[in-house]
């Protein structure tokens, strides 16, 4: 629900914390394609231990214990 809020609301910031654990691989990919397309002002940041979904990313900062 709050990846839709956001899509209305075109944001400049758009943070997902692990938004996509309950969904498949293939999704995922989609829906943060999706954003990017449709919302390309957008700065996204995610949050995430899915590995396929950080190369999705522009950018990827790692942080380690």
């Given at each position: 629900i709050s990846i839709a809020r956001a899509l209305v609301?075109?944001?400049d910031v758009?943070?997902?914390d692990e938004a996509?654990?309950?969904i498949s691989e293939k999704h995922t990919i989609s829906v943060?394609?999706?954003i990017k397309c449709h919302l390309p002002k957008?700065?996204?940041i995610g949050i995430?231990?899915?590995e396929s979904e950080k190369r999705k990313y522009d950018e990827v900062v790692n942080l380690n214990d």
């Open positions: 609301d075109d944001p758009i943070f997902l996509f654990t309950s943060i394609e999706w957008s700065t996204i995430t231990h899915n």
